[in-house]
């Protein structure tokens, strides 16, 4: 069987990605990126022979057949369109849309298309998420009543590394990303244990000033962690966040049913616990189970290599077999499972912003509910010509960067 052809878009994140392309059959024909000395470095890392563009339409014109949208987080929707016209496969990261309308537009020109799209979220398939779905499927924890999982990234504001590669200019979409935006990988683990879709989403932004000389040029203030709930369609409950920055550094999910429970615990790698009552637990198991879980899959080798845990590798890999095998991603992974998490990070901003108020989550499929929101076009992020946000990023709406908290963001950028 052919090779299948791949173009990346963003080659930051783009090219990380590369080593699991190539193990997955597939052959890296195209870049494109604004920045084209980074593009360059990028194709000698990938042996030269490919091609390089700054023209997005130009870039998807070379013959491919699929694309890696891996550009600016909140900018996925108009290029998966343009690739959606062509026919073409869309692996798209982090969220699907950066506006509610962009999810409507997405599903009309989705629906008009034979392109296969499939959100890139791998957190799920980290070694202990794939062992709490596993528990899940087997049905002993009984009917699933909530979950929870957490992103929890705290980031060192001296570390010029990370400023440098992630955070590099003032209109970085990080320095307006509401804590409640960047959340598919603590909802989608949850979502793809579980297999329940959000319904209604409520949420409340917990605060801490920033110091006066610490640098940095966010617009998001003291929010420091969106906590989020939400009711899903089967009647469970989650509580999840978005990037949030509390306590120690860790990825952390639990499950919790009528009959037991299994949660990944902080702090300790890889291990699971997996409880049961006395009365309900099943034949061989203890009321308390500590293990780590195998990976039980034939391409360890090229996981144990892979970034975020393995979860890249497998991630790819599932892209890469729905399209030889013709079909859509399941849910979490597919378009409307997409826009779901999408609009609960948008409708959970919303949320906070009015006290915690909660709001329904709307379903695409649905054409009167598309037609309300066709014309939603509020955002926390500023505009690719310079225009300002349509919403407050912050639930603090007068924070500004001091002069000096940006003058020591720009001194940490040129260390």
Same mark, same amino acid.
């Given at each position: 069987?052919?090779?299948?052809?791949?173009?990346?878009?963003?080659?930051?994140?783009?090219?990380?990605?590369?080593?699991?392309?190539?193990?997955?059959?597939?052959?890296?024909?195209?870049?494109?990126?604004?920045?084209?000395?980074?593009?360059?470095?990028?194709?000698?890392?990938?042996?030269?022979?490919?091609?390089?563009?700054?023209?997005?339409?130009?870039?998807?014109?070379?013959?491919?057949?699929?694309?890696?949208?891996?550009?600016?987080?909140?900018?996925?929707?108009?290029?998966?369109?343009?690739?959606?016209?062509?026919?073409?496969?869309?692996?798209?990261?982090?969220?699907?849309?950066?506006?509610?309308?962009?999810?409507?537009?997405?599903?009309?020109?989705?629906?008009?298309?034979?392109?296969?799209?499939?959100?890139?979220?791998?957190?799920?398939?980290?070694?202990?998420?794939?062992?709490?779905?596993?528990?899940?499927?087997?049905?002993?924890?009984?009917?699933?009543?909530?979950?929870?999982?957490?992103?929890?990234?705290?980031?060192?504001?001296?570390?010029?590394?990370?400023?440098?590669?992630?955070?590099?200019?003032?209109?970085?979409?990080?320095?307006?990303?509401?804590?409640?935006?960047?959340?598919?990988?603590?909802?989608?683990?949850?979502?793809?244990?579980?297999?329940?879709?959000?319904?209604?989403?409520?949420?409340?932004?917990?605060?801490?000033?920033?110091?006066?000389?610490?640098?940095?040029?966010?617009?998001?203030?003291?929010?420091?962690?969106?906590?989020?709930?939400?009711?899903?369609?089967?009647?469970?409950?989650?509580?999840?966040?978005?990037?949030?920055?509390?306590?120690?550094?860790?990825?952390?999910?639990?499950?919790?049913?009528?009959?037991?429970?299994?949660?990944?615990?902080?702090?300790?790698?890889?291990?699971?616990?997996?409880?049961?009552?006395?009365?309900?637990?099943?034949?061989?198991? +203890?009321?308390? $189970? /500590?293990?780590?879980?195998?990976?039980? !899959?034939?391409? #360890?080798?090229? *996981?144990?290599? =892979?970034?975020?845990?393995?979860?890249?590798?497998?991630?790819?890999?599932?892209?890469?077999?729905?399209?030889?095998?013709?079909?859509?991603?399941?849910?979490?992974?597919?378009?409307?499972?997409?826009?779901?998490?999408?609009?609960?990070?948008?409708?959970?901003?919303?949320?906070?912003?009015?006290?915690?108020?909660?709001?329904?989550?709307?379903?695409?499929?649905?054409?009167?509910?598309?037609?309300?929101? +066709?014309?939603? $076009? /509020?955002?926390?992020?500023?505009?690719? !010509?310079?225009? #300002?946000?349509? *919403?407050?990023? =912050?639930?603090?709406?007068?924070?500004?960067?001091?002069?000096?908290?940006?003058?020591?963001?720009?001194?940490?950028?040129?260390?």
């Amino acid at each position: 069987m052919a090779n299948l052809k791949i173009g990346i878009f963003g080659v930051g994140r783009g090219v990380d990605l590369a080593r699991d392309f190539l193990h997955n059959g597939c052959d890296i024909v195209a870049l494109c990126d604004t920045r084209r000395e980074k593009m360059e470095e990028a194709a000698q890392r990938l042996g030269g022979n490919v091609a390089i563009y700054e023209n997005f339409d130009e870039f998807i014109e070379h013959g491919m057949d699929a694309v890696v949208l891996a550009n600016y987080f909140h900018e996925h929707a108009p290029y998966a369109i343009k690739c959606f016209e062509r026919n073409i496969h869309v692996y798209s990261e982090c969220i699907s849309n950066g506006t509610m309308a962009e999810g409507v537009e997405l599903i009309r020109a989705f629906e008009k298309s034979s392109s296969i799209y499939m959100l890139a979220e791998n957190y799920p398939q980290m070694r202990t998420n794939r062992e709490i779905k596993r528990v899940c499927d087997g049905g002993s924890l009984g009917k699933i009543l909530f979950a929870e999982g957490e992103y929890n990234h705290p980031v060192s504001p001296t570390d010029a590394g990370f400023s440098k590669r992630y955070n590099y200019f003032e209109g970085h979409w990080r320095n307006y990303l509401p804590r409640t935006y960047y959340i598919t990988h603590s909802l989608g683990p949850v979502m793809w244990a579980t297999g329940a879709t959000p319904k209604r989403v409520s949420a409340f932004v917990a605060t801490a000033p920033l110091a006066e000389d610490r640098p940095t040029a966010s617009r998001v203030g003291g929010d420091n962690s969106a906590i989020i709930l939400t009711q899903n369609d089967d009647g469970s409950v989650f509580r999840v966040c978005g990037c949030a920055a509390f306590g120690a550094h860790n990825n952390s999910y639990r499950v919790c049913g009528t009959e037991g429970q299994i949660e990944s615990l902080r702090g300790m790698s890889n291990k699971i616990m997996l409880r049961y009552n006395s009365w309900s637990k099943p034949e061989g198991m +203890e009321d308390n $189970n /500590l293990y780590e879980p195998s990976w039980n !899959d034939p391409d #360890e080798e090229f *996981i144990l290599k =892979s970034g975020h845990g393995g979860g890249d590798y497998l991630t790819f890999r599932m892209f890469v077999d729905c399209i030889r095998e013709g079909r859509q991603p399941e849910h979490p992974f597919d378009i409307h499972s997409a826009v779901t998490m999408s609009s609960v990070a948008i409708l959970a901003h919303r949320s906070a912003l009015a006290g915690g108020t909660s709001f329904e989550i709307p379903d695409f499929h649905d054409e009167a509910c598309r037609v309300q929101y +066709e014309n939603d $076009n /509020l955002t926390p992020f500023p505009g690719e !010509d310079g225009s #300002e946000p349509t *919403i407050c990023p =912050s639930t603090c709406p007068d924070h500004t960067p001091s002069e000096l908290q940006l003058k020591l963001y720009h001194e940490l950028l040129n260390s």
